[in-house]
């Protein structure tokens, strides 16, 4: 079976095709490039046109230096950057440059939404709890997407009045590939935002609403080894790929990576270091 895997880092793609049999092997791969826009107030952006274009023409290479190996492909999957804001209309165009999740434009909406009223640790007690309780997590950084999400409602409600669905990057690429609107397990953990005690994937409806999120506006979630959708024929086409291929949801690289280290197991830990670093556990 021969697979693509795209890796979206921040900045660039690794397309890589595999041969999967008894063993994981390495067919080819190509590395296409973009830029990270660096704004005055702390804003960080991408344009998700650039990382098609990355994609298109990494794909387009590999097919022709391996013809054969591309008309087979069966599948496609993704690792990739997250806690990313794209917002895309019913048709899934993006409708503003991705938010990175470097971006750090929303001090004003975190102060408003978590930083009032009675405090423990400098957040609002009752939100705090609430979404401890809920989520296992809360969003505490001025980085998170919720707050480049109201930041977007507060400043640009032109663009926010358009908004039909929020995704992360690879979410909006998966979305280009196939028509499809989801989101991963982790992706959704990574909004801060996902019922972890719900019985199945969903998301924290009324929690999203008490920060002013509109529950509409979040993606339905399936787990990362989701056969999404096949390439829709244009697609297909631009890429050079059969229509039959199989796009799954992958992960992000905050999970994946785990993962590729081996670092699987509880207490398991593992040093990240790229374009940002962490020491995980």
């Not at 067919?27 to 952006?45: D, H, K, M």
């Not at 979410?171 to 196939?178: F, K, N, S, V």
């Not at 080894?225 to 050079?240: I, K, N, S």
Request: glycine fraction near 8%; proline fraction near 4%; hydrophobic fraction near 40%.
């Amino acid at each position: 079976m021969l697979i693509l895997a795209y890796d979206v880092g921040t900045s660039g793609v690794k397309t890589c095709l595999y041969q999967a049999g008894s063993e994981l092997t390495l067919v080819n791969s190509r590395l296409g490039t973009y830029g990270l826009t660096i704004l005055p107030n702390g804003g960080a952006e991408q344009d998700p046109d650039q990382w098609w274009d990355a994609i298109v023409k990494t794909t387009r290479e590999l097919a022709r230096e391996n013809p054969q190996e591309m008309a087979e492909v069966q599948a496609i999957s993704f690792c990739s950057q997250m806690q990313a804001l794209v917002l895309v209309d019913e048709s899934g165009h993006h409708l503003r440059p991705a938010m990175s999740y470097m971006d750090q434009r929303a001090a004003e909406q975190k102060r408003r939404g978590l930083e009032t009223g009675m405090k423990i640790s400098g957040m609002n007690a009752k939100k705090l709890l609430s979404s401890l309780y809920r989520t296992s997590a809360v969003s505490a950084s001025v980085k998170d997407p919720m707050w480049k999400y109201l930041w977007v409602r507060d400043n640009e409600p032109e663009v926010y009045a358009k908004v039909h669905k929020w995704l992360d990057v690879k979410e909006y690429l998966i979305a280009r590939l196939t028509g499809n609107f989801v989101m991963s397990v982790d992706s959704a953990f990574a909004t801060l935002l996902l019922d972890v005690r719900s019985s199945r994937p969903a998301w924290a409806s009324r929690l999203a609403r008490s920060f002013g999120v509109n529950p509409d506006h979040l993606a339905p979630i399936v787990t990362s080894a989701t056969a999404v959708g096949t390439l829709l024929p244009e697609v297909a086409q631009e890429l050079g790929l059969p229509q039959t291929t199989t796009v799954y949801a992958g992960g992000g690289d905050a999970s994946l990576i785990g993962v590729g280290a081996g670092a699987c197991g509880v207490s398991d830990t593992h040093v990240y270091w790229g374009t940002s670093g962490w020491v995980s556990t």
